[in-house]
């Protein structure tokens, strides 16, 4: 069969989207047609297009059940784009008129805003970079740019679909590219505003990062392949269906909810999902846990992320037909696949670009409703001690965040565990000035647990 043409360019082409996005978009084009192949471009690194160049830019996307695995061959990607080595050729690719979306998996600080209030933080290094040239660095410069592009040729523009764990993404990325154009081009913004297209998403499926093991694994049964993706058999993606022209692929046939809104599902998997899987990542990475599988195979653990369930469910508004209590147990299940080797380490990166819209949203509800909250409580304190950069045995935590030096530096400074919470709750990117009063009491109460007996007991004294 031949490919479909290029309509979607794809910023951050990671194992996630591979593994999700491009097997929807797969599936779309085999139910109905349509020209919706995919030029996907990396940010950063060259090695995922020097991995399938050699392969046509064809891939395996593996499905890891808990009893056996299933293989498929996913040929919808076109051609990989390198940014930092041809700028120019992104730009032309995301201003062909043919490209009707242009969509985002680009992590959370990918979008450099700051986390604590979504708004574009202008004093980001990269953003600065972008306002003063013409070729951009950032992924929001990139948008920006290239829809002024759009603009001066007289096309209309592309819809631009953030595929990020953040809420109300859409509007999110819709407030960082408004903002920048405004800062360029009054006119571009106005234009961007009223032409443009961000529909909000959630998306979910676990997806952890591809390792040699695994190549070497396959190529032993005969499939050689130098960038497979791994992933669980779930799958959810909802979407605003809010496109401009309304040109899409037909991704209702492919399973894509279609909704008028995104934020009750985005919320709910946020929240539930997202803010127990960083809980546990700190709390089980300090326990000596090497995976998700593995944490939640500890009883301590078992019964910590229930639980932790227990005090999110009444922060939660379910979206229509869906139980919360169904929706945590499959969540268990998911956790407990062994087939899935998650790593605790990978889940608590970036941690000060997650917390906010995974674990202090819910806290700050619990705390206006009078609810009780010690486990989410633990999660906050738990990456503090993570954060120091120093685990329980003594060992460095090779920890990955924007903030990590900062955060490091300021942990450094302190005698005590009291110390370090109050110098952490200092940082007003991650934890708003309202909130950071609230949470003095209780997240230095249960630091004080971490540091004395460790995550493990701490855990097993408030999840009794
Ligand atoms: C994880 C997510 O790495 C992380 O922070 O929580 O990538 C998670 O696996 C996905 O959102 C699941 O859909």
Not at 53 to 61: H, K, V
Not at 284 to 311: N, S
Not at 435 to 461: D, H, M, S
């Given at each position: 069969?031949?490919?479909?043409e290029t309509g979607i360019v794809h910023l951050?082409?990671?194992?996630?989207?591979?593994?999700?996005?491009?097997?929807?978009?797969?599936?779309?084009?085999?139910?109905?047609?349509?020209d919706?192949?995919?030029i996907?471009v990396?940010l950063?690194?060259?090695?995922?297009?020097?991995?399938?160049?050699?392969?046509?830019?064809?891939?395996?996307?593996?499905?890891?059940?808990?009893?056996?695995?299933?293989?498929?061959?996913?040929?919808?990607?076109?051609d990989?784009l390198?940014a930092?080595?041809d700028p120019v050729a992104v730009l032309n690719a995301m201003a062909d008129p043919k490209v009707k979306i242009v969509s985002l998996?680009?992590?959370?600080?990918?979008?450099c805003?700051?986390?604590?209030?979504?708004?574009l933080?202008?004093?980001?290094?990269d953003v600065q970079h972008d306002l003063t040239h013409d070729v951009p660095v950032s992924a929001v410069g990139y948008l920006v740019r290239a829809l002024q592009m759009r603009r001066a040729a007289g096309d209309a523009p592309f819809t631009v679909l953030?595929?990020?764990?953040?809420?109300?993404?859409?509007?999110?990325v819709r407030g960082v590219v408004l903002d920048m154009a405004a800062r360029i081009d009054p006119d571009l913004a106005d234009w961007i505003a009223t032409e443009g297209r961000f529909?909000?998403?959630?998306?979910?499926?676990?997806?952890?990062?591809?390792?040699?093991?695994?190549?070497?694994?396959?190529?032993?049964?005969?499939?050689?392949?130098?960038?497979?993706?791994?992933?669980?058999?779930?799958?959810?993606?909802?979407?605003?269906?809010?496109f401009v022209g309304?040109a899409?692929?037909?991704?209702?046939?492919?399973?894509?909810?279609?909704?008028?809104?995104?934020?009750?599902?985005?919320?709910?998997?946020?929240?539930?999902?997202?803010?127990?899987?960083?809980?546990?990542?700190?709390?089980?990475?300090?326990?000596?846990?090497?995976?998700?599988?593995?944490?939640?195979?500890?009883?301590?653990?078992?019964?910590?992320?229930?639980?932790?369930?227990?005090?999110?469910?009444?922060?939660?508004?379910?979206?229509?037909?869906?139980?919360?209590?169904?929706?945590?147990?499959?969540?268990?299940?998911?956790?407990?696949?062994?087939?899935?080797?998650?790593?605790?380490?990978?889940?608590?990166?970036?941690?000060?670009?997650?917390?906010?819209?995974?674990?202090?949203?819910?806290?700050?509800?619990?705390?206006?409703?009078?609810?009780?909250?010690?486990?989410?409580?633990?999660?906050?304190?738990?990456?503090?001690?993570?954060?120091?950069?120093?685990?329980?045995?003594?060992?460095?935590?090779?920890?990955?965040?924007?903030?990590?030096?900062?955060?490091?530096?300021?942990?450094?400074?302190?005698?005590?565990?009291?110390?370090?919470?109050?110098?952490?709750?200092?940082?007003?990117?991650?934890?708003?000035?309202?909130?950071?009063?609230?949470?003095?009491?209780?997240?230095?109460?249960?630091?004080?647990?971490?540091?004395?007996?460790?995550?493990?007991?701490?855990?097993?004294?408030?999840?009794?």
């Amino acid at each position: 069969m031949s490919r479909a043409e290029t309509g979607i360019v794809h910023l951050g082409l990671g194992a996630f989207f591979r593994a999700f996005g491009c097997v929807y978009v797969a599936d779309a084009v085999a139910a109905s047609g349509g020209d919706w192949g995919i030029i996907g471009v990396s940010l950063r690194s060259p090695a995922t297009r020097d991995a399938l160049r050699g392969q046509d830019w064809a891939y395996t996307s593996v499905s890891l059940g808990a009893t056996g695995r299933q293989t498929r061959r996913i040929e919808v990607l076109n051609d990989v784009l390198v940014a930092p080595e041809d700028p120019v050729a992104v730009l032309n690719a995301m201003a062909d008129p043919k490209v009707k979306i242009v969509s985002l998996t680009v992590t959370e600080k990918g979008y450099c805003h700051i986390p604590a209030t979504g708004a574009l933080d202008a004093d980001h290094a990269d953003v600065q970079h972008d306002l003063t040239h013409d070729v951009p660095v950032s992924a929001v410069g990139y948008l920006v740019r290239a829809l002024q592009m759009r603009r001066a040729a007289g096309d209309a523009p592309f819809t631009v679909l953030s595929c990020d764990n953040l809420p109300e993404n859409g509007a999110v990325v819709r407030g960082v590219v408004l903002d920048m154009a405004a800062r360029i081009d009054p006119d571009l913004a106005d234009w961007i505003a009223t032409e443009g297209r961000f529909p909000c998403t959630m998306v979910d499926r676990i997806t952890p990062a591809t390792t040699q093991g695994d190549i070497a694994a396959l190529a032993r049964d005969g499939i050689n392949d130098a960038a497979p993706v791994m992933h669980e058999p779930f799958g959810q993606w909802a979407i605003e269906d809010n496109f401009v022209g309304g040109a899409r692929p037909d991704l209702g046939a492919a399973g894509v909810e279609l909704v008028t809104d995104v934020a009750a599902f985005e919320a709910m998997k946020l929240r539930m999902l997202n803010g127990t899987h960083s809980a546990l990542a700190y709390t089980g990475y300090l326990a000596g846990h090497e995976t998700i599988a593995d944490t939640v195979g500890d009883p301590v653990f078992a019964t910590y992320v229930q639980r932790l369930w227990a005090e999110i469910m009444p922060a939660v508004t379910a979206p229509k037909g869906v139980a919360l209590p169904n929706y945590a147990e499959a969540l268990f299940d998911r956790y407990a696949n062994p087939a899935i080797r998650h790593r605790t380490w990978q889940i608590a990166m970036d941690g000060s670009q997650k917390l906010p819209q995974r674990l202090l949203g819910t806290l700050r509800d619990n705390m206006d409703a009078g609810r009780a909250s010690p486990c989410l409580i633990l999660a906050v304190a738990a990456w503090m001690r993570y954060v120091t950069g120093i685990d329980e045995a003594g060992a460095p935590i090779d920890v990955r965040d924007p903030l990590a030096a900062r955060l490091r530096a300021a942990a450094d400074g302190c005698d005590t565990p009291d110390q370090v919470v109050r110098a952490l709750l200092g940082f007003e990117e991650v934890f708003a000035s309202d909130l950071a009063p609230r949470l003095l009491g209780p997240v230095t109460e249960a630091a004080e647990v971490i540091w004395k007996n460790g995550a493990r007991k701490a855990a097993q004294e408030i999840a009794r």
